[in-house]
């Protein structure tokens, strides 16, 4: 009999075999890390949005100690796991975690910058994208930062052409089939928006122009910058 934890640990192990398929997606969480080290200083207050798989914490490692960081995630399950992650990079008693959402965090500006990576292409666009982005600016002081990485597609048909070079990237790294087959079916099922709609509902919750820092096949990364109050 498995318990539920070891069932925690299959569900994000084969998450991140499906990430792993995705070309520089690795990179992407170094990347991350490199941006925040550049971007904000010592004692910085960093909230890390959807935190449950951990990897934002992993990327940071050490670099996690110059910052007061806030972990939140709806789900107390990913939010464990997470928690392992911070003690197995020596960063549990420097991290504060919370169940929950951004919109439940006190509804004032006391975060420096903030992530959110693959969080949003999961809520539909029916109000509720706007709200998450419109919660993470309303907990930026002016003038912090937004980094969010998201699925997102520029057009009809652009999903079907990219299909070929993930499979042949996904046999390169030798990945899990089954992952791969996950994305696909994934994907199409998601509320996932083109850049166009992207940038709009940056500009309606109260950010910047955001300035795209990754790219490959249908992920994207943005830097925005919380405009004045």
């Not at 930026?140 to 980094?147: E, M, N, S």
Request: charge should be neutral; hydrophobic fraction near 45%.
């Amino acid at each position: 009999m498995t318990s539920a934890t070891d069932h925690q640990i299959d569900r994000i192990a084969m998450y991140r075999e499906m990430q792993r398929a995705i070309p520089g997606l690795d990179g992407m969480y170094r990347l991350v890390s490199a941006l925040i080290a550049s971007l904000a200083g010592k004692g910085a207050r960093l909230l890390i949005a959807g935190a449950g798989g951990g990897r934002e914490i992993a990327a940071l490692g050490a670099n996690a100690q110059a910052f007061e960081i806030t972990a939140i995630d709806p789900s107390g399950d990913n939010l464990e796991t997470a928690k392992q992650v911070a003690e197995q990079v020596g960063m549990s008693g420097r991290i504060t975690f919370f169940r929950g959402t951004a919109s439940d965090l006190p509804s004032r500006p006391c975060f420096d910058i903030a992530t959110s990576l693959l969080v949003m292409h999961h809520l539909r666009d029916d109000g509720t994208k706007l709200a998450y982005l419109t919660a993470l600016a309303d907990r930026l002081t002016p003038g912090g930062t937004l980094i969010h990485a998201d699925a997102c597609l520029g057009g009809t048909g652009e999903f079907e052409m990219l299909i070929p070079a993930y499979l042949a990237h996904a046999d390169l790294v030798g990945a899990n089939p089954h992952a791969t087959r996950l994305e696909l079916e994934a994907i199409p099922r998601m509320p996932v928006v083109p850049e166009t709609r992207m940038r709009a509902l940056f500009a309606q919750a109260g950010f910047g122009e955001p300035r795209e820092v990754f790219r490959s096949l249908w992920y994207r990364c943005w830097v925005s910058t919380r405009t004045g109050m």
